[in-house]
């Protein structure tokens, strides 16, 4: 995971784990948009792909199809865009172990070249 940034001075080898699966599970439901709400808190802000401010977990079910039938549809299909920076997640630990609390996820680059 390139670009992952965690100041592990207070981390345990085991929190750091944890944060670092949760940061990979995250990127790999891009392509499985279903499992993105469980993997954030309740109250999670997240600036999604078209550039929405979605806020807590549950509309983030319907935030993909929400993101195609705006203007996102007329353009590059977002499956295909190639980001150019790493996506910004802030985690906090929960009961239920450690969540997104904060996401950017906005793509900075156009089309891949393969799209």
């Known amino acids: 995971m390139t670009g ?22 995250a ?24 550039v929405r401010r979605v806020l807590g977990r549950d509309p983030l079910a319907v935030a993909p199809e929400e993101a195609m039938a705006s203007p996102l549809r007329d353009g590059a299909d977002p499956r295909a865009l190639r980001c150019t920076g790493a996506p ?7 009961e239920q172990g450690w969540r997104i609390v904060l996401a950017q996820t906005t793509p900075l680059a156009g089309p ?4």
């Open 27 to 50: 990127d790999a439901a891009r392509a499985e948009p279903a499992a993105l709400p469980a993997l954030h808190a309740p109250g999670a802000v997240v600036v999604d792909l078209a």
């Open 112 to 115: 891949s070249a393969t799209g």
């Open 88 to 94: 910004t997640h802030v985690v906090a630990r929960s």
């Open 4 to 25: 992952t940034t965690i100041d592990g001075s207070d981390l345990s080898a085991a929190d750091e784990e944890a944060v670092r699966d949760l940061i990979a599970r």
